[in-house]
């Protein structure tokens, strides 16, 4: 196998919040005043609004009519509840300065644009990327292959010579796999559990030291 490119996932993977995002939505809805809503059924709203600007749509589908909050209120409460608490994993930039010397280097992130747009102005991180593609800015999110598609199309390169980063076993690991990518797996403690169809896997708290040398093992296993 040839590596020439390597596309990564942004949360859970390269970024975290120092709360739970359980947390974090209640803080959010407590601030406005919101009905309580479950981490469960805020990830089904999500999932079918990945191709979005903002979260506003997935509160409107969540709240009740009638309940007395707007849902662009608590959208732009839970983003910035997510900002506050957003860290990066510490050397990620060397880690992409170091990758982009060898291969091109992209981010595909589910989402909507205003919530992963930000999330990355945060971080410092708009020009860590060679592409950078966002969800909301498409017509599908990931595992859709045309998400994986979009990344590909992007980075100028097929999907045989990219690796794909991520720690979601769906999300990440089976979508691009389909997509025809290789694919990592980022583990870490509480997360989910291997995905046997991953091609490696690294652990988070060694994803800056250890990346480069499992994108190498991809292409001696494959050369041998």
């Known amino acids: 196998m040839c590596v020439t490119a390597v596309g990564f996932d942004l949360d859970a993977t390269l970024a975290v919040t120092d709360r739970p995002r359980a947390k974090l939505l209640a803080d959010a809805t407590t601030a406005v005043d919101a009905p309580s809503l479950s981490r469960q059924a805020y990830l089904d709203a999500h999932s079918r609004h990945l191709a979005s600007e903002t979260r506003e ?8 009519d009638g309940c007395g909050t707007d849902a662009d209120e608590l959208a732009t409460a839970y983003r910035r509840a997510i900002l506050d608490a957003l860290s990066p994993l510490d050397g990620v930039p060397d880690l992409l300065s170091s990758l982009r010397r060898e291969y091109r280097v992209g981010l595909l992130t589910n989402g909507p644009v205003v919530a992963q747009r930000g999330k990355l102005a945060r971080l410092g991180w708009e020009d860590h990327f060679d592409v950078t593609v966002v969800t ?33 076993p769906k999300m990440d690991v089976r ?3 389909d997509a025809g990518m290789k694919t990592i797996q980022v583990l870490f403690p509480g997360g ?5 169809s991953a091609d490696a896997y690294v652990e988070r708290d060694e994803l800056v030291t250890a ?5 190498a093992s991809l292409e001696s296993r494959d050369d041998g």
């Open 57 to 64: 749509p997935i509160f409107d589908d969540l709240l009740a």
């Open 136 to 168: 909301g800015e498409l017509e599908a999110g990931k595992p859709d292959r045309h998400a994986f598609d979009a990344l590909c199309e992007k980075l100028g390169d097929p999907p045989d010579d990219i690796v794909y980063v991520g720690d979601d």
């Open 175 to 177: 979508g691009a796999n």
């Open 192 to 196: 989910p559990d291997p995905e046997p």
């Open 211 to 215: 990346l480069p040398d499992v994108i």
